[in-house]
């Protein structure tokens, strides 16, 4: 059996973010969805992560399960084969978005759970495609299931999560970086920057996808992460 690999879904998502990747990376190795539910900051979540992973492992994370993946190797890098951060951000929130996360946290905790995912969350996700109403509603069913206590616990993570920059250019570990080319949540831009930040990180852009490209481009996104796992 090959190295186990971790993945880590985004904000309100679950292990159906990566179906169309755990119906093929997973028939050779073992493959952990973890739940990102467990804490209301970063390192509270990677603690809960690392608390359940294997001894070593293969990390990849999309979005805010890249950040989480980013406070895992930065912390632990010696249980880190490989990274792979997708469609995420290195950054601290400014201070903008952190006004915005809680009005919506405020939305959430009066009963509006349904109505932020629909009017503030999911049209940022996807570029136009044939699968794009398909995969919203996938997204809505992800976040319903989760529930409200989790959309707040994850915003507050989000919002006071630290800038990773200084602490991602000391890694050493085979890294990709993976995003969609129409991803205006986390633009092309961002992941420029950790191909900087991170020694030796190999970019990869998909096209005809957001900002969740395992769904909208779920061929590519596999074959990137197999070529990722490569020889594990």
């Known amino acids: 059996m090959n190295m186990p690999l971790v993945l880590l879904p985004g904000m309100m998502c679950d292990a159906r973010l990566f179906?169309?990747?755990l119906a093929v990376l997973a028939r050779d190795r073992d493959v952990i969805v973890p739940r990102l539910a467990w804490s209301d900051t970063i390192v509270g979540l990677a603690d809960a992560v690392?608390?359940?992973a294997p001894r070593r492992f293969a990390l990849a994370g999309l979005s805010m399960g890249g950040i989480v993946a980013m406070e895992i190797a930065t912390r632990a890098p010696e249980r880190v084969a490989r990274l792979a951060l997708l469609d995420t951000n290195p950054l601290a929130e400014p201070p903008e978005k952190q006004a915005l996360r809680a009005t919506q946290i405020d939305k959430v905790?009066?009963?509006g759970l349904r109505e932020v995912m629909r009017d503030e969350m999911k049209p940022n996700y996807l570029a136009d495609g044939p699968?794009?109403?398909?995969?919203l509603d996938l997204c809505m069913d992800m976040a319903l299931a989760l529930g409200s206590e989790v959309f707040v616990s994850q915003s507050i993570a989000l919002r006071d999560r630290p800038n990773q920059s200084a602490a991602?250019?000391?890694l050493d570990m085979p890294?990709?970086?993976?995003?969609?080319?129409?991803?205006t949540l986390c633009p092309v831009a961002w992941h420029d920057l950790l191909h900087d930040l991170i020694p030796g990180?190999?970019?990869?852009?998909?096209e005809d996808a957001g900002h969740l490209p395992s769904l909208e481009a779920p061929e590519q996104t596999t074959a990137a992460l197999a070529r990722w796992l490569e020889d594990t």
């Open 19 to 21: 179906a169309p990747q």
């Open 50 to 52: 690392l608390a359940e």
């Open 109 to 111: 905790r009066a009963g």
């Open 131 to 135: 699968r794009k109403a398909e995969i």
């Open 168 to 170: 991602l250019r000391r």
């Open 175 to 183: 890294t990709l970086i993976l995003c969609g080319r129409h991803d």
């Open 201 to 206: 990180s190999r970019l990869e852009i998909i």
